[in-house]
């Protein structure tokens, strides 16, 4: 079982920036280096969507169209950590932030694809 805890989250200004960052501890059988990444976010009265995810060792990336060239994912396989740079902040970014763990070979965008979640991080944009 891997436990993800999100942090970072807060209130910001249109045009600012956060940066939000995933621990993950206990994952049984494999390293944290052996799992891919994923940021995924959740706006009140919506669906849960994919913003990013980042493949084991940090080489591939893949973004949401609508965060594209605007955040950044990384990890820091050493400190079981995954990171999301987030700038130029909008006010329709405003959503509970989630970080999530796949088991998978590939990176993948889809939530139902992720086996473990962490409880969330609020990040709220003003205009």
């Known amino acids: 079982q891997v436990q993800l805890v999100e942090s970072g989250g807060g209130l910001v200004q249109a045009g600012g920036s956060l940066r939000l960052s995933c621990a993950a501890s206990?994952?049984?059988?494999?390293?944290?280096?052996?799992?891919?990444m994923g940021w995924f976010r959740q706006a009140p009265g919506k669906e849960r969507e994919f913003v990013a995810t980042?493949?084991?060792?940090?080489?591939?990336?893949y973004y949401a169209d609508s965060v594209k060239g605007r955040f950044t994912i990384s990890r820091d396989n050493a400190k079981n950590t995954v990171y999301l740079q987030m700038n130029s902040l909008k006010v329709e970014d405003t959503a509970v932030y989630f970080c999530?763990?796949?088991?998978?070979?590939?990176?993948?965008?889809?939530?139902?694809?992720?086996?473990?979640w962490g409880q969330g991080t609020q990040v709220s944009v003003s205009s």
């Open positions: 999530a763990a796949d088991r998978a070979l590939v990176a993948r965008t889809s939530p139902g694809d992720y086996d473990y």
């Open positions: 206990g994952p049984s059988g494999r390293t944290f280096s052996g799992y891919v």
């Open positions: 980042i493949g084991w060792v940090g080489a591939n990336t």
